[in-house]
């Protein structure tokens, strides 16, 4: 099983955690990855699914540890939830073999190679005007900074 969060600015997964069952050990380690990738961000949301790991008092106890709020999508609305959708649709479908993986050790690090290397950095997003997640934060960043020191 894996977990993901992504950034909805530029579409970019910020924290992921695999596991061999989809608990709240799962989702808590994803999470706190992205709460430390992201230099502990204050005054930000976390949006989910409606899912039993989202939902368990581990997972709600590490939200409010990190002062994060927590949203959460409609039942049985996966427009709701549209960008992590459309990441496991793209994984499935761009990246993991047809036949799968014949260890969780090789889907580990091949899923990551597939999340840092190529979806950050490589496929283009219509969300980002066409650029990668990596590239659309780079731009972004490169502009707040330009904007902050004229001022």
Same mark, same amino acid.
Do not use: C
């Given at each position: 099983?894996?977990?993901?969060?992504?950034?909805?600015?530029?579409?970019?997964?910020?924290?992921w955690a695999m596991s061999h069952?989809?608990?709240?050990?799962?989702t808590?380690?994803?999470?706190?990855?992205?709460?430390?990738?992201?230099g502990r961000p204050e005054n930000v949301m976390y949006h989910s699914d409606q899912g039993s790991h989202y939902t368990s008092r581990k997972f709600r106890q590490?939200?409010?540890? +990190?002062? @994060?709020?927590?949203?959460?999508?409609? !039942?049985g609305n996966c427009w709701d939830n549209a960008p992590m959708e459309r990441f496991f649709r793209s994984l499935k479908t761009e990246w993991i073999p047809t036949v799968g993986y014949r260890s969780f050790n090789e889907?580990?690090?091949?899923?990551?190679? +597939?999340? @840092?290397?190529?979806y950050s950095q490589? !496929?283009?997003?219509?969300?980002n005007g066409g650029?990668?997640?990596?590239e659309s934060e780079r731009r972004y960043w490169l502009n707040y900074k330009t904007v902050a020191n004229l001022t």
């Open positions: 099983y894996l977990a993901v969060v992504i950034d909805l600015f530029a579409r970019k997964p910020v924290g069952s989809p608990d709240s050990d799962l808590v380690k994803a999470l706190t990855m992205a709460y430390e990738l992201r590490r939200l409010w540890r +990190y002062q @994060i709020t927590q949203s959460m999508s409609r !039942r889907a580990k690090i091949d899923i990551t190679k +597939y999340i @840092i290397g190529y490589v !496929r283009p997003h219509q969300h650029l990668a997640p990596n």
